[in-house]
């Protein structure tokens, strides 16, 4: 299993051949369309991301490894595929590696600094916090 930081430079690798902010919107439209996301029963207020302009949900749950794996959802593709980079980062994880990344560099680290909205930079924030809140509750 790769570390979290090993994960990062990974995705980053993929963001790093695309020069324009478009074509980096589009891998992540094409990360989006990876994601399996939620069936509508799960799509609750609990599960949902506050802070996100779209509508957004994410579901931790802890493995008998004792380490974590996250389904996620959204109405926007390009979210959809922000939350799926959070997946491939956090599945698999433990706790204390999770909630020990500082969710604000993880956008500079792969690449996207820049590329997204304020609006979506804040909701990705958001979904990071929801997931560490979650984690040490």
């Not at 994410?58 to 996620?72: C, G, R, S």
Request: aromatic share 6%.
């Amino acid at each position: 299993m790769n570390t979290i930081q090993d994960t990062m430079t990974l995705i980053k690798d993929e963001f790093s051949i695309f020069n324009e902010p478009q074509e980096k919107y589009v891998l992540l439209v094409d990360l989006g369309k990876k994601s399996s996301g939620l069936p509508p029963e799960k799509r609750t207020d609990k599960n949902k991301v506050n802070g996100c302009i779209s509508q957004a949900w994410l579901i931790a749950d802890k493995q008998t490894d004792d380490t974590y794996n996250f389904q996620t959802d959204s109405d926007a593709m390009i979210v959809k595929g922000l939350l799926f980079i959070l997946q491939r980062l956090f599945n698999g994880q433990r706790k204390e590696d999770i909630v020990s990344i500082d969710g604000q560099n993880i956008l500079d680290h792969i690449g996207l600094e820049g590329t997204i909205s304020n609006q979506r930079t804040n909701g990705f924030g958001a979904a990071i916090n929801k997931i560490q809140h979650e984690l040490v509750a």
